[in-house]
DNA sequence: CCGATTATTCGCCAATTCTAGAAGGATAGG
DNA sequence: CCTATCCTTCTAGAATTGGCGAATAATCGG
């Protein structure tokens, strides 16, 4: 993963807002969730909520899916796994210090 | 590590130059990087430099350790590591989908 | 104490982000 | 076609962020 994809993908989930919206669509698992049911959860206006998710989408973290009237979101586990990967790769490079998440890389 | 701990963590990582400075420290080992070294490295102008080394202090990913007229940068692994097991958990919760992960942490 | 070196803080501006009400587009049922 | 539902886009204002020159602080050698 380039640094500014990286950068990009750190910043969409580092807002509070944005990172219980994936937080809680992670949990959701593959079923994934509808925006509306996000909204009920998170209690966040709908525009708001859309513009949170719509941050999350441009980075690849999630995806949509149209089901009816209804826009169901899914977490992309590979985005997230990338993103670990990097994160590890760049604080265990050179020195080995994190020992444990290394095993993982 | 609570939610809003981890958003500013990814926040704090979430901007190209600062990713880019603390990929530099990381680098730097255990010996650390002077402020002085890491402007000529990334060429940033001094203010705006300190100005990001701050933000990433004030987070816990970095520490400071003066020498002399000189300020000593070094990552602090012990966050970033705490950082990835948040990830890793929240990526994980109920699916197990990232099992390469997962067996790090 | 003085000057040199190193880094931070201040002040300012442009640009972006966050938030959310209001309006608009998509889809389905009747 | 009309209406309801679901979600996005539009619009706008407050707040924050990013960037950087200039001024200020901290430290050391002499």
Do not use: W
Request: some cysteine; hydrophobic content about 40%; charged content about 25%.
């Amino acid at each position: 993963m380039k640094i500014d994809d990286a950068a990009a993908r750190l910043e969409a989930l580092g807002n509070p807002t944005r990172l219980k919206i994936y937080r809680t669509l992670v949990r959701a698992g593959r079923a994934g969730m509808p925006v509306g049911r996000l909204q009920e959860r998170l209690k966040i206006p709908a525009s708001t909520l859309s513009h949170h998710v719509k941050a999350l989408v441009s980075v690849g973290l999630i995806s949509q899916v149209r089901e009816g009237t209804t826009l169901v979101c899914h977490a992309e586990y590979d985005t997230m796994r990338g993103l670990v990967d990097f994160l590890v790769a760049e604080c265990c490079a050179e020195e080995k210090q994190c020992k444990e998440a290394q095993t993982a890389a």
